[in-house]
């Protein structure tokens, strides 16, 4: 073995007196720095480890965070859709620091007359405007749907000093709140309930003219805490609209008054069935606990068609009670269709649970549970068992939004029941993102009010691998022969935004309310991102734990990006830094090419560039040991008879060399290269990433090599690699399988395909 090693030593080493040339023309091609840069470390980026938050990624030995529960009492008035509350609030102060103040999340202000949220933004008079947004921007009265503060209280029923700063209430203490202690208040308020389907607000109801009803979907009804952590002290920022929410874990005791023919869910297990429910009802409930295979109807449609004509008068009251959970919501209408579901989720049975008017049907009571119990399963796979009782889909037009153990879904039929393929998926998408987001922020409780790709990103990402899952557990509800049409995810489907107008794109890493396409900049790219370090960079086995690792290291805890960051290296032994930095820091591209193409033969002659090299370095020739020499094609040096032929066939010199040095048996195994070709590849992307190549040969064989990203970090415009093959090489193809999202393919190929033009492809598309 060793003498076949110092065979290809030897007959290889003009390959290193040529690189070693070539090297020194790497150094001087390369920008100052701008190699290093790429793949240094991000100790300028990211914060310093600390006793808090570990090196490691993982919550420090002096983590904490804080607790603010709640006990309410919320009356849903339905004729004039306004809603009344009090709450006791009793908030634990378990950091370090003393706090003189609190502050409380005042999210309706948002759509108080005078809110400053409607000034933020530039506007420019419209060439043409439907009748309703014209009449919502110059005709309307502006709607008033702030909170109106009736009273704030100490425990003792002494009133608190507060101060409004829009969408931020800081409530002044008597006396300071001393670490390790908690105090109790009192907060009364009341607001008007907006039409969430006028201006796409978060919650709100939506108005039925046929029957006169209302379906209300209710969050961010009631003064929450914000959350006071090691990062920021307080997360006081103002809601604008854009950048979501930053809520502390607590207990919820809530006490929920409608008309007594609506029909009630949301976060929490519900305390009084045997008053709200009915006979039937129950019935129905307990069967439900026992179908894992398709839902059970709770209430059912002629039931609500019957319930739509009538408006008690009566009240019931529905009492919630959730632990360890970081936001309430709820929903309440008569038109709810109800339906329920078992899921198996370790050896704990979860509730999937579907609320729609008639108005969404036959599409939800098809679809709507089995998505969610699919998401369920899938998240819980690559993370950790869904640990809350239910999971609640609620129809709501235009709607997407979510909160512990309920969310907001759009997706409606037309008026005859019949719907598209785009709306059925819109749908099915719809319900597994949010639900999905009670993993990501609802128990991975990051910070969406600053860092929004931390929830919709991750999210996204996940909803990706539920969806293509959801077409393997349901083939029925996908065209044959096809895999789910998932929007995004898929690196194809980010290139047209990563080479767009780059003075409309941000990094990743910028808050919410400061990017120009918030769709793509928190969702699809960091999605994107995910999938291809998942898919190309790092494999799944290697990143599916380190994943798993991160959400089990921060459920129901406060993570921060670089906690995310860190637990991914920490966990799969992957130096990422290139990674994170180009994609999540810059608003840089993936574009990697083929440059040049050269080809060999061996000669046993000194070429003219071997001439040329040893004449400037002042040394003969006729002094080197015998050598094997590669001769460029389309130089003096090239005979075109060579090519093809063995190595030893050419060089006597190498035939008398292996010859002496090994036996016939090892000459028998030994296989020589008989063509010889030097191939450099482009990066004209700032974004490394791996090199994935696909070689094609003569005889029509393919080979396929990724070589790993860090082949760039000498060079980030170019690199070149020596190929010694048996087979003649005829082309070379840069990410076959558009794994990367590279945002240039006409310099992917040699020899160089032909690009179609835009004429001739809207011929074809057309013709066809």
Request: glycine letters at 6%.
């Amino acid at each position: 073995m060793y003498q076949i090693k110092y065979y290809f030593t030897t007959l290889l080493f003009v390959f290193a007196t040529m690189l070693s040339a070539q090297g020194q023309e790497v150094k001087e091609k390369a920008e100052p720095h701008g190699n290093v840069n790429k793949f240094k470390q991000m100790y300028e980026e990211f914060a310093t480890p600390n006793t808090y938050r570990s090196a490691s990624g993982a919550p420090g030995p002096d983590y904490y965070q804080q607790q603010a529960d709640y006990k309410m009492d919320v009356t849903l008035d339905d004729k004039n859709a306004k809603l009344y509350g009090e709450e006791t609030i009793t908030y634990t102060n378990n950091s370090p620091d003393d706090l003189n103040y609190l502050w409380v999340q005042l999210d309706q202000n948002v759509r108080t007359k005078d809110t400053k949220s409607n000034l933020r933004n530039g506007s420019r008079a419209p060439m043409a405007s439907t009748m309703e947004n014209f009449a919502g921007s110059f005709v309307k009265e502006s709607f008033d749907g702030g909170f109106n503060i009736e009273y704030v209280k100490a425990a003792n029923g002494s009133a608190l000093p507060y101060t409004i700063n829009q969408t931020m209430m800081r409530i002044d203490l008597p006396e300071t709140l001393k670490s390790k202690t908690q105090v109790s208040f009192s907060i009364k308020w009341n607001y008007n309930i907006p039409d969430h389907t006028t201006d796409r607000a978060r919650s709100g109801y939506e108005y039925f003219p046929e029957d006169g009803n209302r379906a209300y979907v209710i969050a961010q009804f009631f003064p929450r805490m914000a959350v006071y952590n090691d990062v920021e002290g307080w997360q006081n920022h103002q809601f604008w609209g854009s950048g979501e929410f930053a809520l502390p874990f607590g207990n919820y005791d809530v006490n929920i008054t409608v008309p007594a023919d609506h029909i009630l869910d949301g976060t929490g297990e519900l305390q009084n069935m045997k008053d709200v429910f009915s006979k039937d009802m129950m019935k129905r409930y307990e069967a439900a606990k026992k179908s894992y295979d398709k839902p059970v109807v709770i209430v059912t449609q002629a039931e609500v068609e019957a319930a739509e004509k009538g408006f008690s008068d009566k009240t019931k009251t529905w009492k919630l009670k959730a632990e360890n959970v970081r936001d309430f919501a709820f929903a309440s209408s008569r038109k709810f269709i109800w339906d329920m579901q078992a899921v198996k989720l370790g050896n704990r049975d979860v509730m999937a649970i579907s609320m729609y008017p008639k108005e969404g049907n036959p599409l939800w009571e098809e679809y709507s549970t089995k998505a969610v119990a699919q998401t369920l399963k899938s998240y819980s796979d690559h993370t950790f068992d869904y640990p809350y009782p239910k999971a609640i889909s609620v129809h709501a037009k235009n709607q997407g939004m979510e909160y512990p153990m309920i969310c907001w879904n759009y997706g409606r039929p037309e008026k005859d029941g019949t719907y598209s393929d785009r709306v059925k998926y819109g749908m099915i998408s719809v319900i597994i993102h949010e639900v999905g987001h009670n993993f990501f922020p609802m128990i991975v409780n990051s910070d969406e009010r600053q860092w929004g790709w931390m929830d919709e990103g991750l999210d996204t990402f996940m909803q990706y691998i539920a969806e293509q899952e959801f077409g393997v557990s349901f083939p029925e509800a996908i065209a044959p022969n096809e895999k789910y049409p998932s929007r995004r995810g898929e690196p194809s489907k980010i290139v047209n935004y990563m080479s767009g107008d780059q003075n409309y794109i941000s990094p990743i890493m910028s808050n919410p309310e400061n990017v120009y396409q918030l769709g793509n900049n928190a969702y699809g790219k960091p999605a994107t991102a995910l999938n291809i370090l998942r898919e190309t960079v790092m494999g799944r086995e290697l990143f599916d734990h380190a994943f798993k690792t991160y959400a089990n290291r921060w459920k129901f805890k406060h993570p921060t990006p670089e906690d995310f960051f860190r637990t991914m290296e920490d966990a799969s032994a992957v130096d990422l830094d290139w990674f994170w930095r180009g994609w999540f820091y810059t608003t840089n591209v993936v574009d990697i090419g083929v440059g040049d193409v050269k080809k060999y033969i061996v000669t046993d002659k000194p070429t003219k560039r071997m001439k040329d090299m040893m004449a400037a370095r002042n040394q003969n020739i006729n002094d080197l040991p015998a050598l094997v020499y590669l001769a460029e094609e389309g130089t003096e040096d090239y005979d075109e008879s060579q090519k093809g032929k063995l190595p030893s066939d050419i060089s006597t010199p190498l035939k008398e060399f292996m010859m002496d040095n090994m036996t016939a048996a090892e000459r028998a195994t030994v296989k020589e290269p008989k063509f010889f070709y030097e191939i450099t590849f482009t990066k004209p992307g700032g974004i490394p990433m791996p090199l994935i190549v696909e070689y094609s040969y003569a005889d029509g064989s393919k080979e396929n090599i990724t070589y790993p990203p860090e082949i760039w970090r000498m060079n980030d415009k170019e690199v070149t690699r020596m190929l010694a093959l048996q087979k003649e090489l005829v082309g070379v193809e840069i990410d076959p399988k558009a794994e990367t999202a590279d945002i240039d393919t006409s310099n992917n190929s040699w020899p160089k395909k032909q690009q179609e033009s835009d004429f001739d492809q809207f011929k074809n598309t057309n013709n066809n």
